[in-house]
T-cell receptor, first 114, second 111 residues
Framework: DTAVSQTPKYLVTQMGNDKSIKCEQN?????MYWYKQDSKKFLKIMFS???????INETVPNRFSPKSPDKAHLNLHINSLELGDSAVYFC?????????????FGPGTRLLVL | GESVGLHLPTLSVQEGDNSIINCAYS??????FIWYKQESGKGPQFIID?????DKRQGQRVTVLLNKTVKHLSLQIAATQPGDSAVYFC??????????FGQGTRLTINP
């Protein structure tokens, strides 16, 4: 069974559209994340949620809005898509503890904005 | 600043040889470091981690070394196999579970 899953795997859309990416984890973790990986493979955190509460919000345009309906799900909605949003978006999860918790990643959603 | 860097963006080794991937970090207060492996078309996969109170940690065919004096981290892979070909990332835990990733090193195993 997939531990961290994302849908869709591929997303091709026109500039200006609004799209959502969904993430689910069945690991029982209490913390979930969204990362963006650019064409040069650089991986940068965007958001993290702990028990549905926003913990980390990096310098991300407010066109990006994460939503966590429960601690097993963290969705990412993107408004008014721009060419520069083209990237691979990874969801991850971990269990908060005393620090240094391993994050487990999903397979990624490849977003292409035309 | 917030940065975790790598000395080499690409590395090629012969199958069966050992490989060493290096990483430099900037935050001396960081207490937890992780190595991830990312195969083509997949998400990063945890390989091994190390806390700052350790200098060395071994796994199956992998060893991570931490030199806090020079803020350097390395991943050693023994007896490399074709399946080891991937991009390897070091990551630094900067607190509140915020991981800062390095740029990545692409390891190619030649037959």
């Amino acid at each position: 069974d997939t531990a961290v899953s994302q849908t869709p795997k591929y997303l091709v859309t026109q500039m200006g559209n609004d799209k959502s990416i969904k993430c689910e984890q069945n690991l029982g973790h209490d913390t979930m994340y969204w990362y963006k990986q650019d064409s040069k493979k650089f991986l940068k955190i965007m958001f993290s949620y702990n028990n549905k509460e926003l913990i980390i919000n990096e310098t991300v345009p407010n066109r990006f809005s994460p939503k966590s309906p429960d601690k097993a799900h963290l969705n990412l909605h993107i408004n008014s898509l721009e060419l520069g949003d083209s990237a691979v978006y990874f969801c991850a999860s971990s269990q908060q503890g005393t620090g240094g918790e391993t994050q487990y990643f999903g397979p990624g959603t490849r977003l292409l904005v035309l | 600043g917030e940065s975790v860097g790598l000395h080499l963006p690409t590395l090629s080794v012969q199958e069966g040889d050992n490989s060493i991937i290096n990483c430099a970090y900037s935050n001396s207060a960081s207490d937890y470091f992780i190595w991830y492996k990312q195969e083509s078309g997949k998400g990063p996969q945890f390989i091994i981690d190390i806390r700052s109170n350790m200098d060395k940690r071994q796994g199956q065919r992998v060893t991570v070394l931490l030199n806090k004096t020079v803020k350097h981290l390395s991943l050693q892979i023994a007896a490399t196999q074709p399946g080891d070909s991937a991009v390897y990332f070091c990551a630094e835990n900067k607190g509140a579970q915020k991981l800062v990733f390095g740029q990545g090193t692409r390891l190619t195993i030649n037959p």
